[in-house]
């Protein structure tokens, strides 16, 4: 598998993913005649610090990707669907949000002045005990 330009070897993109849960990257090209050689190239330059995950690579000429020029007509229309940014939703509110809302509730609450506490016993309570 060589290059369309005369046997030269072909380019490769390369791709590694350093953990699981983590997305494939691309961290660059090397130059192979076949797909074999291609990732043991991209081994031996990518992947010798750490452990990764995978290894991908893709010849160059089977890399499809959207131009400056095509970018409208593939993302178009995301301002029309307002649902796609967070902007649009209600904030979830925290443990404010738990009391209850309206005129009501926006009363101070009673306050120690407000409080009736412990009855005191009135003066002619007083007065009728010590005369005995």
Known sequence: ???????????????????????????????????????ATARDLFARR????????????????VS??????????????????????APLGGPESSEPSGPAASADPPGPADSPGPAEPSESAEGAGRDR
């Open 50 to 65: 750490g452990e990764p995950q995978s290894l991908w690579v893709v010849r160059s000429d089977q890399v499809h990707a």
């Open 68 to 89: 400056p020029q095509e970018k409208d007509p593939y993302f178009a229309g995301a301002a029309a669907k307002p649902y796609r940014y967070p902007g649009h939703y």
């Open 1 to 39: 598998m060589t290059g369309g330009n005369g046997g030269a070897p072909a380019s490769w993109e390369v791709f590694l993913r350093a953990r699981r849960g983590l997305a494939h990257q691309h961290v660059g090209s090397v130059r192979a005649a076949d797909q074999q050689l291609a990732l």
